[in-house]
């Protein structure tokens, strides 16, 4: 048990993590067009028109996984985040670093998908709905944790700032997912439950889970290129990065 843990713990340094990363990056870019191209099949070509909302409700094969994402990616990058406080690991801050802007793009992808589907349904492009507001925070804290560490020059420093800005921001997380349960809003509420069955056809469920995973397996994939770059940068001044780069020339 211990020559495992002892197996893992060689890729919290980032000489043993960069080549991992090389061999798993084409997988889950893979896994993203399967997953992609089935849940899109079935979200828009097979899955029934919605009694009452018609077509228009497709939107969510797009909404949900990005609202998802744009919560599950703030609290992974939380996690590496107050790793890193709490072990002082160079890994940890070049994963958060190498998260904020994919969990920034599938925010404002939430936002904006909502506002599509809010004007048919509502009326209104915008309203300062207790879900969408919180939502649009959670856009400004991973723009805000960007552009912290963009602005200290020092990395270990700017990770340490940026981890300290992101687990406050942790809180908002809950208040985005319990809105709609805590507030009178016009947000509908959750159609997916882990404690009851769905609201939803199957077919519907099935081309939602899918382009979620979808959009799970590219985070993860775009997280690891990103991550890669920043490494690079970072150890630069290396033994290990210095060979690497005499390779490839």
């Given amino acids: ?141 991973y723009i805000g944790f960007i552009a912290l560490q963009a602005a200290i020059d020092d990395p270990r420093r700017a990770d340490k700032a940026g981890a300290i800005l992101a687990l406050v921001g942790v809180v908002n997380v809950p208040i985005i997912y319990f809105s709609v349960k805590w507030w009178n809003t016009l947000h509908q509420g959750a159609s997916v439950s882990l404690t009851r069955a769905p609201s939803m056809a199957a077919m519907m469920l099935w081309g939602m889970v899918l382009c979620a995973l979808a959009c799970w397996m590219y985070s993860i994939a775009v997280a690891l290129m990103r991550v890669r770059t920043i490494m690079l940068e970072r150890e630069r001044h290396t033994d290990w990065v210095r060979a690497l780069l005499a390779e490839k020339e």
């Fill in 1 to 141: 048990m211990s020559d495992r843990l002892i197996n893992w713990f060689r890729y919290a340094s980032p000489q043993t993590f960069y080549p991992l990363t090389g061999k798993l990056i084409p997988w889950f870019w893979a896994f993203a067009a399967i997953f992609a191209v089935a849940g899109l099949t079935i979200g828009f070509l097979l899955a029934p028109t919605d009694a009452q909302q018609g077509e228009g409700y497709r939107i969510i094969f797009l909404h949900v996984p990005a609202s998802w994402l744009s919560m599950f990616i703030y609290l992974v990058m939380a996690f590496w985040a107050a790793t890193g406080l709490a072990f002082n690991t160079r890994l940890s801050g070049m994963m958060a670093s190498a998260l904020a802007p994919t969990g920034a793009l599938f925010a404002f992808l939430s936002l904006w998908t909502g506002a599509l589907w809010g004007k048919p349904m509502w009326g209104a492009w915008w309203v300062w709905d207790a879900r969408l507001t919180s939502e649009l925070i959670l856009l400004f804290l």
